[in-house]
């Protein structure tokens, strides 16, 4: 047998071998291995005693409103954990009352239950179908952290989900992106979104929503804290900003001023706001869309691990099925949660991340390139 002919004989028995393993390795990779690391995210949660820890903040200020006082700490008390303090719009707290009924721990378990299936439901709602990619989100660092520290982030990736899939419905839209408004402000470059894409209705009606929100559930708690609010954001800034994972802690670890480093952030978010503008009077919604969510990571002067949970958003818009974007995020294992990340850490998962968005660009933008042929191969095989 001459070596062409074995190698011919060779690979056509390598072929089957390997399509047999596809899908065993597909079921252990996307779906085994997944649901192994929310089973002991879970059992470890519990034994250390870390049960939906951001959570627990919003427990105790549901209590404090049940109780009648305010869920803000007071500005003068120097030994109030800042960082732990309560400091969202009293939405927040106000949702979490009626699962005060059970213990913080019950409660904080089915709160990390619950933000599973919203990230789930976060793919569903964007029309992805591949269920590889419904197990691979569970193994991205930002989505586990998250469902670990129970916070609000999976719920603004839902609202996001629903203020795009029902973009050309505006009062479904504006409803979603208010009600993110109402809990944290971060998305608010959506609104600018809704306006670039002459959905300008949405646009104002959304912070219209935000606003009645806000102001109502201030108004249940008697409006305790609404005139100190502002010092407890400027406060908790002040604390831990420099623990974040912003383009603003780069630029001082580069060894800029701090002014310097401001103005660098300030002009990042800037850039990618006009990006914003210009690809949404291109026709390009989805770009757009992107855009405005990089924008809302990029101008948010506090950004832990989990915040990147909303590239969850990000992947399923530019690319509903199973892709090398997908595979992207899990690079962030090098990243800690939250407190103190050296500069590498800090570097490397702002790189990630840029990174996601690009490929999400690029997807989006050859998808629109091949629509024209698609639409002519349709109408082709329809003749």
């Not at 009645?212 to 010092?231: K, N, P, T």
């Not at 009077?281 to 924008?295: E, M, P, Q």
Request: hydrophobic share 60%; glycine share 6%.
């Amino acid at each position: 047998m001459s070596a062409g002919a074995g190698e011919i004989v060779a690979e056509s028995g390598l072929r089957p071998l390997l399509s047999r393993l596809a899908r065993p390795a597909s079921i252990v990779g996307f779906g085994v291995l997944p649901a192994l690391v929310v089973l002991l995210l879970f059992v470890d949660a519990a034994r250390e005693d870390v049960v939906a820890f951001d959570f627990r903040v919003y427990y105790d200020a549901a209590e404090a409103v049940l109780s009648g006082d305010s869920p803000y700490q007071s500005l003068d008390d120097p030994g109030a954990a800042v960082a732990r303090g309560y400091v969202y719009p009293p939405l927040t707290a106000l949702v979490a009352i009626p699962l005060t009924i059970a213990s913080p721990e019950i409660a904080g378990i089915l709160v990390m239950a619950l933000l599973v299936a919203g990230v789930l439901g976060v793919l569903y709602v964007l029309g992805v179908r591949d269920w590889r990619c419904y197990g691979l989100v569970l193994l991205w660092p930002p989505v586990i952290s998250a469902i670990q520290t129970g916070s609000v982030t999976i719920s603004l990736a839902l609202g996001a989900a629903l203020a795009w899939r029902f973009r050309d419905r505006a009062l479904v839209s504006a409803a979603s992106l208010g009600a993110t408004l109402a809990v944290k402000t971060i998305l608010w470059p959506l609104a600018v979104w809704l306006a670039a894409t002459r959905r300008v209705a949405a646009s104002v009606l959304s912070l219209a929503v935000a606003a009645l929100l806000v102001v109502g559930s201030w108004a249940v708690i008697g409006f305790a804290g609404m005139a100190e609010y502002s010092d407890v954001v400027r406060r908790l800034q002040r604390t831990v900003e420099l623990d974040s994972y912003t383009a603003y802690v780069v630029a001082l670890d580069a060894g800029a001023s701090p002014s310097v480093a401001r103005a660098a952030w300030i002009a990042l978010g800037a850039a990618l706001l006009v990006a914003l503008v210009v690809v949404a009077r291109r026709g390009d919604d989805a770009g757009a869309f992107i855009l405005a969510l990089a924008a809302a990571l990029a101008l948010t002067p506090i950004v832990w691990l989990h915040y990147f949970a909303l590239l969850v958003v990000v992947a399923a818009v530019a690319q509903p099925r199973l892709g090398v974007l997908w595979f992207v995020p899990l690079a962030m294992v090098v990243t800690p949660g939250s407190g103190q990340p050296t500069p590498f850490e800090t570097s490397a998962t702002l790189a990630v991340a840029a990174l996601t968005f690009a490929l999400s660009l690029r997807a989006t933008r050859d998808l629109r390139a091949s629509e024209p042929a698609r639409r002519t191969r349709l109408e082709q095989l329809t003749e």
